[in-house]
């Protein structure tokens, strides 16, 4: 008699969580250290994939030449088979500011240590994947959630590291302005706008690293909502005046800079555009609140064909990693 059991098998399953990224704190690099970021995870958009045995690569779901691009060039640095079916359930928006590339890549990554129990974990696929090369921001929010702070890069800086991270109150939410027309600032172009900008002003960097550290951050811990997104607001601006000649002014899409500019109008705080947007973001205290503001910037701009708008919360918790067995049965059995 035939045992009908074949083989076992995993399939894993990995939500990586979008992040906004709220600015950077040191361009200047007067210290050793450049960059330095901070940013905060969201509940409701993520990469959602699935990873399983295949006979060949295949992918189903949405379509990304990026996640087969991805998984191609993991499984050769890897040095392990890509017999694999990838199911992409969800998938972060590309280049409008949410993170895309880094949680794929970490996603794709993870997924593949777990499949080959190979023991990596998100920092190692990370460097494998030259991610974090400025902003340490969407691989802190996959490792712990909440508003993080990285402390930028030095010379000897593999991933930039976490120097504060902390819970966002349950009840504020963060309406986002898209723009579907456009896309950040990204790749080779990214680089290039990076070289191409003006030294950044020791002094300034001084006066928002010591606004975020006494003012900024302890208001997020008292829950003062209204200091801490002045805090951020101030970055916002500083830092988007810098890019401006990159991006064609603070905000990349003037649309998406006239709805944020009604928002703070109605109450909202903490203004700003996340990485090269075009993505806007503002934060307000509560669910009722933010339906109400969120409804308003729709009617307000209801003639723009170009502009969504979405309302998230804070996620206080990283990305997750479920494994779960499966088996192969024989088409023979007695």
Request: charged share 15%; net charge negative; with cysteine.
């Amino acid at each position: 008699m035939n045992n009908p059991l074949k083989a076992p098998l995993s399939s894993i399953t990995v939500v990586a969580p979008a992040r906004l990224h709220m600015g950077f704190i040191d361009l200047s690099g007067s210290l050793g250290r450049i960059f330095g970021s901070i940013g905060v995870a969201l509940n409701e958009i993520n990469t959602r994939i699935s990873l399983s045995y295949a006979d060949q690569l295949s992918l189903s779901g949405l379509p990304s030449e990026r996640a087969l691009t991805c998984v191609k060039q993991l499984c050769t640095a890897l040095n392990v088979s890509d017999k694999l079916h990838i199911e992409l359930h969800a998938c972060i928006p590309e280049h409008v500011g949410l993170g895309s590339g880094t949680q794929m890549s970490l996603a794709i990554g993870l997924a593949l240590s777990a499949y080959y129990g190979l023991g990596l974990n998100v920092r190692d696929i990370a460097k494998l994947t030259a991610r974090g090369a400025r902003s340490g921001i969407g691989i802190a929010t996959f490792e712990q959630g909440g508003l993080v702070v990285d402390g930028g890069r030095g010379k000897q800086t593999v991933t930039p590291p976490v120097i504060s991270r902390m819970d966002v109150p349950d009840d504020w939410r963060f309406i986002l302005v898209f723009d579907k027309r456009g896309q950040g600032l990204h790749g080779n172009d990214e680089i290039q706008a990076f070289k191409e900008l003006p030294p950044f002003p020791q002094q300034e960097a001084a006066r928002l690293c010591y606004l975020l550290m006494m003012q900024g951050l302890p208001a997020l811990a008292e829950n003062n909502i209204h200091l801490f997104g002045d805090v951020i607001t101030q970055l916002q601006a500083s830092v988007g005046e810098h890019f401006a000649s990159a991006q064609g002014g603070i905000f990349t899409s003037d649309e998406v800079a006239t709805a944020m500019r009604f928002l703070q109008d109605q109450g909202a705080t903490a203004i700003g555009q996340t990485s090269w947007g075009p993505t806007g973001f503002c934060v307000v205290q509560g669910v009722e609140l933010a339906e109400k503001l969120k409804q308003q910037v729709e009617q307000r701009f209801a003639h723009s064909h170009n502009l969504t708008v979405f309302m998230a919360s804070a996620r206080n918790s990283g990305g997750e990693i479920k494994v779960e067995q499966t088996a192969v049965y024989n088409q023979e059995s007695a």
